[in-house]
């Protein structure tokens, strides 16, 4: 079984929307594109390249065609990048000029590449796939980076149809800039009691 492990930028009020750039996706009218942009340092760099090693990502469409349109020219920047498998989940787009790329339609094509040999999935970005995959508790890992900010607007990680789960802190780094680096890997179900009990 392969882990899914879901990277994420995300600000104080759980936005996820275009951290890159301004037109990376201005969807709802969003007009807060980039906002990652004034936080860059040695030690994000750092955790970047970390989180940038070689491994099948999975994507949804939008995020797919975003990355597709930018990397293959960029390889030097993300190495790797072009070889690794990119496992694409739409339902309306079945072919991609971007070598090694694999199309799924559903939740079960999902749930057959997670019960298969190989090594650990990385999501990047696709705010709905990873809403879905959420919902269907599909997600092993979560390797956040959560800015000190917050927007009041934009696509958030968290929204309805997530299932209880609980998670473990496994590693954690505070950059000069403010940045919590935050990975979190599964840990069961849910407990709850009574404070001072």
Known sequence: MRKIIVLTFITLDGVMQAPGGPGEDTSGGFKYG??????????????????????DILLGRKTFEIFASYWPERADY??????????????TLKKSDWKNSVFLTSVDDIKKLKDSEGSAIKVWGS????????????????W??????????????????????????TESTITPGGVIVANYARAGNVKTGTVGA
């Open 34 to 55: 980039g906002w990652l942009a004034p936080y860059g340092d040695e030690v994000s760099n750092k955790v970047m390249q970390k989180q940038m090693e070689p491994a």
């Open 78 to 91: 993300w190495p790797g990048i072009n070889d690794v498998t990119k496992y694409v989940v739409s339902n």
């Open 127 to 142: 705010g709905e796939l990873i809403q879905l995959l959420l919902k269907h508790d599909l997600v092993d890992e979560l």
């Open 144 to 169: 956040l980076k959560i800015y000190p900010i917050t927007l009041g607007e934009g696509k958030k990680l968290f929204d309805n149809g997530t299932m209880p789960a609980a998670f473990k802190l």
